[in-house]
């Protein structure tokens, strides 16, 4: 996945789903696309051969950054389950990253 198909799956100002269900679906895919991307990740570095010059740099490099901007989705989403679980409200959160409350 690149930079356009991140920010075509989260449009800016997006708000995650208030269901439950939804978010728990949402975190099952992106389980299953980390999952993916790791064993890429692996196949990547597997083919690499520095004697013959054959380097996959950039796309290992890609691979992780996708990797973890989709276990920080996953953890937002999680975040936004608890939250919902706990009858938090989002107009009820205060603070923010300066507070050290970043979800």
């Known amino acids: 996945m690149t930079c356009e198909d991140a920010s075509k799956s989260a449009p800016e100002g997006a708000q995650l789903s208030d269901?439950?269900?939804v978010l728990e679906a949402e975190i099952a895919k992106l389980s299953?696309?980390?999952e993916r991307t790791k064993q890429r990740i692996k196949d990547l570095m597997a083919a690499e051969d520095p004697a013959a010059g054959i380097s996959h740099h950039q796309d290992i490099f890609h691979a992780q950054q996708d990797k973890l901007r989709m276990e920080v989705e996953v953890k937002f989403r999680k975040n936004k389950i608890n939250r919902i679980r706990l009858g938090v409200k989002a107009e009820?959160?205060?603070g923010g990253p300066s507070d050290g409350f970043l979800f």
Do not use: A, S
Request: hydrophobic share 45%; aromatic share 0%.
């Open 32 to 34: 299953l696309e980390i």
């Open 19 to 21: 269901d439950i269900h």
């Open 92 to 94: 009820e959160v205060q």
